[in-house]
Nanobody
Framework: VQLVESGGGLVQAGGSLRLSCAVS????????MGWYRQAPGKQREFIAS????????NYADSVKGRFTISRDNARNTMYLQMNSLKPEDTAVYYC?????WGQGTQVTVSS
């Protein structure tokens, strides 16, 4: 299984970005998937998760109401729509499936 994130970049505070996580392998549709992030000098933290069929989602309080996790099982891809971005959202964002992490994509929010 290989996970490849994309969509990161530099954005001004208040802006939006959409991250994608493309997953190779046949197990995508049976696994809960998640997004995590790690800011410089901080531990990696949970952001959001989504159930295999997409019907159940969970969010960290810090992003609730601003970020939306979704998945397209036909495309083996998971997404994270990030709106109303804040400088404190600056971090490397990782997607995760059980036992496997992606390489991460940098998100930088300028004030």
């Amino acid at each position: 299984v290989q996970l490849v994130e994309s969509g990161g970049g530099l954005v001004q505070a208040g802006g939006s970005l959409r991250l994608s996580c493309a997953v190779s392998g046949s197990t995508f549709t049976i696994n809960t998937m998640g997004w995590y992030r790690q800011a410089p000098g901080k531990q990696r933290e949970f952001i959001a998760s989504i159930s295999p069929a997409g019907g159940v989602t969970n969010y960290a309080d810090s992003v609730k109401g601003r970020f939306t996790i979704s998945r397209d099982n036909a495309r083996n891809t998971m997404y994270l729509q990030m709106n109303s971005l804040k400088p404190e959202d600056t971090a490397v964002y990782y997607c995760k499936t059980p036992g496997q992490w992606g390489q991460g994509t940098q998100v930088t929010v300028s004030s």
